[in-house]
């Protein structure tokens, strides 16, 4: 899933004269030892302001993480009278009005190994041996009340050790801006490097750079490759940013035996991979896609709530029409065939009818969404079945003329003169397109009822249909079993995992068969019992069965199909 933004929330000085903004300038350096990376330097330089009293903090919260100093280690500051540290990442630094201030300062890395899927959070910076990967928020201190004001950037590198950032579209020393830069901008960055870093240049026009650390399932030259298609494929659905500056990052994630799990997050003109070294280039395509419309929604879509409590509720709409929309702008520019584009659904289509919070009303679903994974999904699984669901009504009231498209289109262009909530400003263009969400948003999203989709939702190409099938079930219990370093823990006797041989203490090398959230296909664990490998396979099906809609594609071939298919 993508990882969500939180909003600074900045701090003035009680009394004190507006502000007004000089320009920060950020250095960069990594720390060598022995020829391994130890630890990643920062300096930030700065005038003091009119009162001489600086607060100099970090970002109050990203991503969960609301300690974001806590890997800063050393904090100096040249041209201060005094430096006290306070509480919650401040500093308050006292010089004369309108002194040069040099903060210097190492950052360390949260892991002393590395990344795994169970423990990988991208507010935490990585520092190991031969690798490092930052997110601005975590990385750079800022002075509090110059979050607006002028940013410049350089990287000081050391022989052998590559660096790639979106900071690099912003003024240096000795490089031009690629694009205007401000401290939110470095907050809202992202970084990463090492001694095996694999660059892709923007030598194409399109001002996209890709940069890869570690092994994958796929090469980095087809990452690169799908990279630049996804890209092009959704500034032409948007008509704007060709040619504009952006960065593609991969980092790697040791991956889990049972799952595969891959996810990212945007980064303004970046957005940041984290991959599990076994995710295959299919499963690549949606999530650069996904990521990449967050480059629109919900940023240039209209406002969202600024807090974090409050956002959730709204999340139907960023995140569940950014899911639609990267199924159906792939499936209508041939990256992906009809069937595969079936298949992507069909698996969320699994995935929320056996949801054991589908049902949630939408108030509980927000409190519950930073704790409980199946939550966070749920908004997912919501706003991407509202949309295909409004997107045929759109059509069907328009005779073919308007569609979701056109009112995404029309909120772009409103945005830029309004202050509403996305949310807001897309229920108010659809009525004027002639459809009314009012009610669907009463049922689905606030009282929680379950949501179903029309056999014709996608048009002639396919149908939806409604099968009962078996609740999907592992047959033991899977965050216990991770949590005991994937030894089999909680397993039920009842279950065709134990009828087939698996019980408690058995480890769990690796999953060679079985898709996530079905139930009709083979399930099979390569496991180590008393120092002895084999594998174990069965069906994964609990003893209760559900309703589970299901896409079938009637006419692959058909000239139309990428088009209805897409929405269109």
């Excluded at 890997?71 to 010089?95: F, K, S």
């Excluded at 960065?247 to 957005?271: K, Q, W």
């Excluded at 669901?389 to 029309?410: F, P």
């Excluded at 229920?427 to 969400?437: C, D, E, K, Q, T």
């Amino acid at each position: 899933m993508r990882l969500l933004l939180s909003i600074a929330t900045l701090s003035l000085l009680s009394g004190a004269p507006p502000a007004v903004s000089q320009t920060v300038h950020y250095t960069l350096a990594p720390e060598v030892s022995g020829g391994e990376l130890t630890a990643l330097r920062v300096e930030v330089r700065f005038r003091a302001g009119a009162s001489g009293t600086t607060d100099f903090r970090w970002d109050d919260g990203w991503n969960g993480e609301h300690r974001l100093w806590q890997w800063t280690r050393d904090l100096n500051v040249a041209g201060a009278r005094t430096v006290e540290q306070g509480a919650d990442g401040h500093w308050r630094i006292q010089a004369a009005p309108g002194a040069t201030l040099t903060v210097t300062y190492r950052v360390v890395s949260a892991y002393d190994h590395d990344p795994t899927v169970q423990d990988s959070d991208q507010a935490r910076p990585v520092v190991r041996p031969r690798w490092f990967y930052a997110a601005g928020n975590a990385l750079f201190g800022f002075p509090g009340d110059q979050e607006s004001a002028p940013a410049t950037f350089d990287w000081r590198g050391a022989p052998g050790i590559g660096f790639a950032s979106d900071l690099e579209h912003l003024a240096g020393r000795s490089r031009l801006a690629l694009r205007a830069g401000t401290v939110a901008d470095a907050l809202e960055s992202i970084v990463i490097g090492g001694h095996d870093l694999r660059t892709y240049p923007a030598g194409d026009g399109s001002g996209v750079r890709v940069a890869t650390i570690g092994r994958y399932a796929f090469t980095p030259e087809q990452l690169n490759d799908l990279a630049r298609r996804v890209i092009a494929v959704e500034r032409d659905f948007w008509g704007m940013d060709r040619g504009a500056p952006f960065l593609v990052t991969a980092t790697p994630i040791v991956g889990d035996p049972t799952v595969i799990s891959f996810g990212g997050t945007g980064r303004g003109d970046a957005f940041a991979l984290w991959i599990d070294q076994r995710t295959p280039l299919d499963r690549m395509k949606w999530l650069l896609a996904h990521e990449y419309f967050h480059s629109w929604n919900p940023v240039r879509l209209g406002a969202m709530p600024e807090d974090r409590d409050t956002r959730p509720a709204h999340y139907w709409f960023s995140e569940g029409f950014t899911d639609y929309y990267a199924r159906a702008l792939m499936v209508r520019a041939g990256l992906i065939s009809p069937a595969e584009f079936a298949a992507q659904w069909n698996e969320m289509l699994a995935a929320y009818a056996g949801s054991p919070v589908r049902s949630l009303p939408g108030a509980q679903a927000a409190t519950a969404f930073w704790e409980n994974e199946a939550t966070q999904k749920l908004a997912y699984q919501r706003g991407a079945l509202l949309a295909a669901i409004w997107n045929r009504r759109l059509l069907a009231a328009s005779g073919g003329r308007a569609n979701l498209d056109t009112v995404l289109h029309a909120e772009l262009l409103a945005a830029r003169s309004s202050s509403e909530n996305a949310t807001d400003l897309f229920r108010r263009l659809a009525a004027r397109s002639g459809v009314r969400i009012d009610a669907d948003e009463a049922r689905h999203l606030v009282r929680g009822e379950p949501l179903r989709i029309s056999e014709d939702t996608f048009g002639p190409c396919a149908t939806i249909v409604t099968e009962q099938r078996p609740v999907f079930s592992r047959g033991f219990d899977a965050e216990a079993t991770a949590a005991a370093g994937n030894v089999v823990t909680g397993i039920d006797p009842r279950h065709p995992a134990y009828a087939a041989g698996l019980r408690n203490g058995m480890k769990i090398l690796e999953r060679t068969e079985g898709e996530p959230d079905n139930a009709l296909v083979p399930y099979a664990l390569l496991v180590e019992d008393r120092g002895t490998k084999r594998t174990i396979r069965y069906l994964p099906q609990g003893a209760e069965s559900i309703a589970v809609q299901q896409m079938r594609i009637r006419q692959p071939d058909a000239a139309e199909c990428r088009r209805t298919l897409g929405g269109l």
